[in-house]
């Protein structure tokens, strides 16, 4: 027998799996995709029939089946929840769903909180790249020899420069969504990131390991640039667009050499808003 408490981790971890495929299949549409597959297979096994059918009918809906409530909000849809619905949530003794949207809730046990709201993609001047990302998160030479280290630094900066409450907190997140498969693809690049993040738009941070550092599995070339994203769940499937984006930008060898090669922050802001100018309009 299966906990609720565990189904809804396994849930999540489901959710995880089946985005990386779509992120994989958008940025590397060659790519063998088995162990990805294989995975999720595995993880859907012992998920009861009719939760999983819902789960995937969900799924080709939205960009997430299962979200975190926030404020008393479901974060899928923002529909307002009852203090009763919370508190099942909260006690998970058996799986709900949000009376509007029908998603899957759970309780996170902390969400990270963004504090720069003002970053939202919708903003009217800002264009391209800028949207989502700025120079004060640009970070030139990342120091980590380890994957760890380096995602720690760059959730440091996150927390610095004011764009998330709690950057120890971050890492922690990430972590975990590493565990669950390695955000590396091919050409010395990564797409770390967190989701499920309440409010605010999404921002992301670019670093570049000039040595580079082994991030992905086994056999994988060494990572030299991340590309750090914190996702709010309302923009989940606007995150899809931009890897996709980024690794279309960057697919192309001189556009990676242009970023390696900068010396400055203000050099890679530059050249991340020239390699870039092309997909994102
Ligand atoms: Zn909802």
Same mark, same amino acid.
């Given at each position: 027998?299966?906990?609720?408490? =565990?189904?809804?981790?396994?849930?999540?971890?489901?959710?995880?799996?089946?985005?990386?495929?779509?992120?994989?299949?958008?940025?590397?549409?060659?790519?063998?995709?088995? /162990?990805?597959?294989?995975?999720?297979?595995?993880?859907? /096994?012992?998920?009861?029939?009719?939760?999983?059918?819902?789960?995937?009918?969900?799924?080709?809906?939205?960009?997430?089946?299962?979200?975190?409530?926030?404020?008393? #909000?479901?974060?899928?849809?923002?529909?307002?929840?009852?203090?009763?619905?919370?508190?099942?949530?909260?006690?998970?003794? /058996?799986?709900?769903?949000?009376?509007?949207?029908?998603?899957? &809730?759970?309780?996170?046990?902390? $969400?990270?909180?963004?504090?720069?709201?003002?970053?939202?993609?919708?903003?009217?001047? +800002?264009?391209?790249? =800028? *949207?989502?990302?700025?120079?004060?998160?640009?970070?030139?030479?990342?120091?980590?020899?380890?994957?760890?280290?380096? &995602?720690?630094?760059?959730?440091?900066?996150?927390?610095? /420069?004011? %764009?998330?409450?709690?950057?120890?907190?971050?890492?922690? &997140?990430?972590?975990? *969504?590493?565990?669950?498969?390695?955000?590396?693809?091919?050409?010395?690049?990564?797409?770390?990131?967190?989701?499920?993040?309440?409010?605010?738009? #999404?921002?992301?941070?670019?670093?570049?390991?000039?040595?580079?550092?082994?991030?992905?599995?086994?056999?994988?070339? #060494?990572?030299?640039? %991340?590309? %750090?994203?914190?996702?709010?769940?309302?923009? =989940?499937? %606007?995150?899809? *667009? &931009?890897?996709?984006? $980024?690794?279309?930008?960057? +697919?192309?060898?001189?556009?990676?050499?242009?970023? $390696?090669?900068?010396?400055?922050?203000?050099?890679?802001?530059?050249?991340?808003?020239?390699?870039? *100018?092309?997909?994102?309009?």
């Amino acid at each position: 027998m299966t906990t609720t408490h =565990s189904l809804i981790n396994q849930l999540i971890q489901l959710q995880e799996l089946v985005v990386a495929n779509m992120q994989k299949k958008v940025s590397q549409p060659n790519a063998r995709l088995d /162990e990805l597959t294989k995975s999720i297979k595995s993880l859907s /096994e012992d998920v009861p029939q009719d939760i999983k059918a819902h789960f995937n009918r969900l799924l080709t809906k939205h960009p997430e089946a299962i979200v975190p409530v926030a404020n008393e #909000l479901c974060s899928g849809c923002g529909m307002g929840l009852t203090t009763s619905m919370v508190q099942a949530v909260h006690l998970s003794n /058996e799986l709900n769903r949000c009376p509007n949207c029908a998603r899957y &809730l759970y309780y996170p046990e902390q $969400l990270v909180e963004r504090e720069r709201v003002s970053r939202s993609y919708g903003e009217a001047k +800002k264009t391209g790249i =800028s *949207r989502f990302t700025s120079p004060e998160l640009m970070m030139l030479p990342l120091k980590g020899t380890t994957g760890e280290e380096v &995602l720690g630094e760059m959730c440091t900066r996150m927390q610095e /420069e004011g %764009f998330v409450a709690d950057g120890a907190h971050l890492l922690d &997140l990430s972590l975990q *969504r590493e565990a669950i498969i390695s955000t590396a693809v091919d050409n010395g690049l990564a797409f770390p990131h967190v989701r499920g993040v309440e409010g605010g738009g #999404l921002s992301m941070a670019v670093g570049i390991s000039k040595k580079g550092v082994k991030f992905g599995g086994p056999g994988r070339t #060494l990572t030299r640039i %991340f590309f %750090f994203v914190v996702i709010p769940t309302a923009t =989940s499937a %606007f995150y899809l *667009r &931009l890897i996709a984006g $980024l690794a279309k930008a960057f +697919k192309d060898k001189d556009a990676r050499e242009m970023l $390696l090669q900068c010396k400055t922050e203000e050099e890679l802001w530059k050249a991340v808003i020239k390699t870039t *100018r092309k997909t994102f309009k």
